[in-house]
């Protein structure tokens, strides 16, 4: 491992220490993991371990998420998340989900890994107080542009927008990441689902109140971490509980009592309190926008919300580069769906790559190796004869001779 790297930083309330419950045995600092992967850092999260290690037969480093063994229900929720996040096309705002391998007979997740910077998340930007105008701006773009990406294919709904769950990198591109909650919006026996967990003071009213949410919620929250980015706190007049059960109870009195309503309101007329940059009038009208109690009064989804900033920014707007997955990117991440059990989502993906890659002998196998798991046993033994013809195998030589004697 390159012991000259900055490394990453554990975020607020976590620690390089294995958590509490962790079974120590699985993996500690310095551990190889798989022969290859040295651990440099353990963080604990709700559901779930992130585990940052070095590939020690090509120096890359990635973060590994793994469920957390207690509760159980984790590792469904968990297989849940990373057939979500397999699924998403890549972009330069997503923190990009790679592959899968089996750790300790568990389904982890290799993701990229997101470092080198003195503050890694967000959440350790704001520990240093309230952040300049213009690096908001750039931040909101980018974190609107990830989500309405991620909404283009069919409306999704984050879950848990938060400082925590952005990542900056050290030239200061915003990466969203950590998909647990996330799912998306269609109907479940003739009924949407209700979130049932969340980060409580970023939650939106509907959220707090067990009602249907839908990416309208993901703007309230993403509103709240705009205004903290440019105040350096939420907009809450009352000290938040550590203990969920009771910032639970305290969210729902302040919404119960009219509370994001006034806030709202005094956006509206008086901008962002405490800001002096030139478009603080236009931001304290947008924020009121996206803050408004009722899902119906806020902007639609987050192409509008990236219209609005857009606007706010006029020449100064960001131009995101492309983002695209390499061969091998996008073949690990049919495997991983197929790893996972998604069979018929790894068919799916497989049906796209040999479109891509029509000549490529390892897709054909794969795919083969898929369809055998699918129970399609005659087109696999047919996709697995076109690999090797691909390959110029000996053993497909073979093969045909054999079948033309018969």
């Known amino acids: 491992m390159n ?7 554990a975020p607020s309330g976590e620690s390089d220490s294995p958590p509490p419950g962790y079974d120590s045995a699985s993996a500690q600092i310095g551990d190889l993991l798989l022969g290859r992967y040295e651990v440099f850092q353990v963080r604990a999260g709700g559901f779930a371990l992130v585990l940052c290690v070095t590939d020690q037969r090509t120096g890359r480093d990635f973060a590994i998420k793994i469920p957390k063994e207690d509760p159980v229900p984790s590792v469904g929720v968990f297989e849940d998340e990373v057939s979500f996040w397999l699924r998403l096309d890549p972009h330069p705002n997503i923190v990009k989900a790679l592959f899968v391998e089996l750790v300790n007979d568990q389904p982890a997740l290799f993701m990229e890994y997101v470092g080198g910077s003195p503050f890694a998340t967000l959440r350790e930007w704001l520990d240093s107080g309230a952040l300049p105008e213009t690096t908001v701006l750039a931040f909101a773009y980018q974190i609107a542009s990830a989500m309405e990406f991620a909404n283009r294919r069919g409306e999704v709904v984050h879950s848990d927008l938060k400082p925590q769950n952005i990542l900056i990198t050290p030239d200061k591109h915003v990466k969203v990441t950590d998909f647990g909650l996330a799912h998306t919006l269609k109907m479940v026996s003739g009924a949407y689902p209700v979130i049932k967990a969340a980060t409580w003071e970023y939650a939106a009213p509907e959220v707090i109140d067990c009602r249907v949410s839908d990416s309208r919620s993901d703007i309230y929250s993403f509103a709240l971490v705009m205004y903290e980015m440019l105040t350096g706190h939420l907009p809450f007049d009352f000290e938040l509980s550590d203990d969920p059960a009771t910032a639970y109870s305290q969210m729902v009195m302040f919404h119960r009592s009219g509370g994001i309503k006034a806030i709202a309101e005094d956006l509206y007329y008086k901008g962002v309190r405490g800001c002096t940059g030139r478009h603080n009038q236009e931001l304290g009208i947008f924020l009121s926008a ?12 987050f192409a509008d919300v990236l219209e609005k900033i857009t606007f706010i920014l006029k020449p100064g707007r960001s131009h995101l580069p492309v983002e695209s997955l390499s061969r091998d990117e996008d073949l690990q991440r049919a495997i991983a769906l197929r790893t996972l059990g998604r069979v018929e989502e ?19 196998h794969e795919a083969a190796l898929t ?10 033994r047919e996709f697995e004869e076109k690999a090797l013809h691909l390959s110029g195998s000996s053993w497909y030589t073979r093969l045909r001779k054999w079948k033309s004697i018969f």
Request: aromatic residues 8%; charged residues 30%.
């Open 346 to 364: 790894a068919l799916g993906r497989f049906n796209i790559l040999l479109v891509k890659y029509p000549k490529d002998s390892g897709v054909w």
């Open 290 to 301: 996206c803050l408004q109690h009722f899902q119906s009064e806020r902007p639609r989804n």
């Open 3 to 9: 012991r000259g790297k900055t490394r990453i930083h």
């Open 371 to 380: 369809l055998e798991a699918a129970g399609e046993s005659e087109r696999a």
